[in-house]
């Protein structure tokens, strides 16, 4: 009891510590936005009564307990649903995508592709107040405190221009907000009115977050009318360069003895780089100056992959053909839904069945796969959903 006693007083000092801290940090950021053109009254307005939200502090300092394999992270992220989806919002928005390829030179199917991966078409954008979780990250993140300094500053800015109602700014732990999950300072560089109403819509207005995507992508090095790229195949005990970055003009390419999928001649393309993203046993790919435009997105080259394959399927073509090198694939969001299922079935509680994979499930997974004599691994790939049949 005593003990206990004791913990909540600390806790309690501990609280009001970081309470004083958060107003004395607080005033700083006040100092440094009005300084950087921010009014105080805007300031003052928009950050009144707000406190720290620590758990934007947990996530930044939460380390997945593994690194997620790119068939998992495409699996999810290109699935059939996505793709019918994005394929009925190109026919639903087919004026407005025409008018934004004229306007910006990259096609729909990039864009809508983005769109999907980026936000699920609009469907999950993130619930933090902006002001909340920039000036906690400004206040009390384990690094990079600078930088979440200046995206509040954006922030205000955006309120101040009347672009977005305070209320409307709502998005990640980091910042992204809206359709195109654009964080504040990208908002102020890249986005663009294309509904013509004069204001910078990316969370309501959909010509707006297209059009700023497309934006995004041709100021990005985006080439009109260039492919990503394509899967290849690699000749067996091939040792020659790779990379994204590494490009060579396409008819080098061929002299390498890199052919496509079906063996014809590797041809079409602007420069491009050998892209190998689970090694030499794995998938192969040619990639372009347009798949580095999707990696300035979010750099990253699973990210691009995604945004590239997902843009194929759009258009109606087949995803990856060549299979990753493991012998448990990765689950889309239905099978993980209905593993989810399954584990409820057997009594487990992983909470609502969304397909969203978080530590119950994991755990869930692991228990279940030790039962069932394979190696706890808590991930959901196929091997588990095929045990739980
Ligand atoms: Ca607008």
């Known amino acids: 009891m005593r003990a206990f006693s004791l913990s909540v007083a600390l806790l309690i000092s501990a609280a009001s510590a970081a309470s004083a801290d958060f107003a004395s940090c607080v005033a700083n950021l006040r100092s440094a936005a009005t300084g950087a053109g921010v009014s105080g009254a805007t300031f003052d307005r928009v950050m009144r009564g707000i406190e720290p939200d620590m758990r934007v502090i947990e996530l930044m300092q939460n380390q997945p307990e593994f690194k997620t394999p790119i068939w998992d992270y495409l699996a999810t992220l290109v699935d059939d649903q996505k793709v ?12 407005l995508l025409a008018r934004i390829e004229q306007a910006y030179g990259v096609d729909r199917h990039a ?3 983005v769109w999907g991966v980026e936000s699920d078409y609009g469907n999950i954008s993130g619930g933090r107040f902006l002001p ?4 906690t990250a400004a206040c009390f993140g384990p690094r990079r405190r600078e930088f979440f300094r200046g995206e509040l500053i954006s922030t205000l800015k955006i309120i101040e221009r009347g672009d977005l109602a305070a209320e409307k700014l709502r998005g990640s ?9 654009f964080i504040p300072s990208t908002y102020l560089r890249l986005a663009v009115d294309f509904d013509g109403d004069g204001r910078r819509d990316l969370v309501d207005s959909i010509p707006d977050a297209l059009a700023s995507t497309a934006n995004y992508l ?25 990379g994204r970055t590494n490009k060579s003009p396409v008819d080098a390419w061929a002299s390498r003895g890199i052919t496509r999928l079906d063996g014809s001649a590797v041809s079409g393309l602007p420069a491009a780089g050998l892209l190998l993203p689970a090694g030499r046993n794995g998938p192969a790919f040619l990639v372009t100056r347009n798949f580095d435009a999707a990696y300035a997105y979010n750099a990253a080259e699973s990210y691009a992959l995604a945004i590239s394959v997902l843009s194929d399927r759009l258009r109606g073509r087949p995803g990856i053909r060549t299979a990753w090198p493991t012998d448990d694939r990765g689950l889309s969001r239905a099978e993980r839904k209905i593993l989810q299922e399954r584990l409820i079935a057997r009594g487990y509680d992983v909470g609502k069945p969304d397909g969203a994979i978080g530590p119950l499930t994991r755990a869930a997974i692991k228990d279940v796969e030790a039962k069932l004599g394979m190696p706890q691994t808590g991930r959901p790939g196929g091997k588990v959903f095929d045990a739980l049949r």
């Open 84 to 95: 019918s989806e994005g394929r009925a919002l190109i026919q639903q928005h087919a004026s």
């Open 111 to 113: 864009v809508v592709a």
């Open 132 to 135: 909340q979780a920039l000036s």
């Open 173 to 181: 732990w980091a910042g992204a907000f809206g359709h195109t999950q």
């Open 218 to 242: 041709k100021r990005s090095g985006w080439i009109t009318g260039a492919s990503w790229g394509y899967e290849v195949k690699v000749p067996s005990g091939y040792s020659g360069p790779s």
